[in-house]
């Protein structure tokens, strides 16, 4: 309740079910979160939001990646909204390492990131003397990795994404088995690689015919300051 509420996010999200708004209190959150249930066509989507007027922050300043590691996960799941919550500082100087700031992995459809602030996830590793060889880090990162099922009806909208170390890798980016999907009015800048990446054919889903994002739409989106120089 608001007057007995819940301590951490993760609590939350084990006990929200379809249907479910969890009301995140301003203040910051120490914590990664996994969501770890779906909503449903009938009874709705599970929704993580700031309170109104509030912002609530996720913030990874005293964790260290473990391998692909995000802020908040949605593996396999759909019909999971994210509102206006602030996801900040995971980084990293191991390039076998990757921290993401918002990760939707798998399968799923119906899932909408919408006005989320996501910055400080860095990936600060040197590097070689190849284009690619840096270490990896995302802001947003959406992987279709099923061979039989898509990422689909996916919205990413009016979220700023600013001021990641992301090496050989994307700000904002749909790779592999995605589709139907909306990349609109968000803001994207002062990060040191590209931008907004739509990609396929990087083995990301086992089945080559599906192995890149489609049909989709990426529009009214604002990039500025986006530049390799310094990029180790």
């Known amino acids: 309740t608001e007057a007995a509420p ?6 939350a999200a084990d ?3 379809a249907g479910s708004t ?4 301003g203040g910051v959150y120490e914590e990664l979160v996994n969501i770890n249930a779906s909503g449903n066509s009938s009874d709705g989507f599970i929704t993580f939001r700031s309170y109104p007027g509030e912002t609530a922050i996720l913030d990874a300043t005293h964790f260290t990646p473990a391998a692909r590691t995000g802020i908040l996960t ?6 999971v909204r994210i509102q206006g919550l602030e996801i900040r ?3 990293t100087a191991e390039h076998r390492l990757t921290p993401l700031g918002i990760s939707v992995i798998g399968a799923g459809s119906h899932i909408e990131l919408l006005k989320n602030n996501v910055h400080h996830i860095e990936n600060t590793f040197p590097g070689r003397d190849s284009p690619g060889s840096g270490g990896n880090g995302f802001g947003i990162a959406v992987y279709g990795t099923d ?3 898509p990422i689909t009806d996916l919205i990413i909208d ?3 994404v600013h001021h990641l ?3 050989s890798s994307e700000s904002l980016v749909v790779n592999g088995n995605v589709t139907n999907f909306r990349i609109t009015h968000n803001t994207v800048h002062d990060n040191n690689n590209i931008g907004i990446d739509v990609i396929g054919f990087e083995r990301t889903a086992p089945d080559p015919t599906v192995d890149q994002a489609r049909d989709g739409v990426v529009s009214e989106n604002l990039v500025y300051n986006i530049t390799s120089r310094g990029n180790p």
């Open 6 to 11: 819940w301590r951490t996010v993760q609590h």
């Open 15 to 17: 006990n929200a079910r």
């Open 22 to 25: 969890v009301e995140i209190r």
């Open 74 to 79: 949605i593996h396999n799941q759909s019909y």
């Open 89 to 91: 500082n995971l980084r």
């Open 147 to 149: 061979a039989k099922a």
């Open 158 to 160: 009016g979220n700023e």
């Open 165 to 167: 170390k992301t090496g």
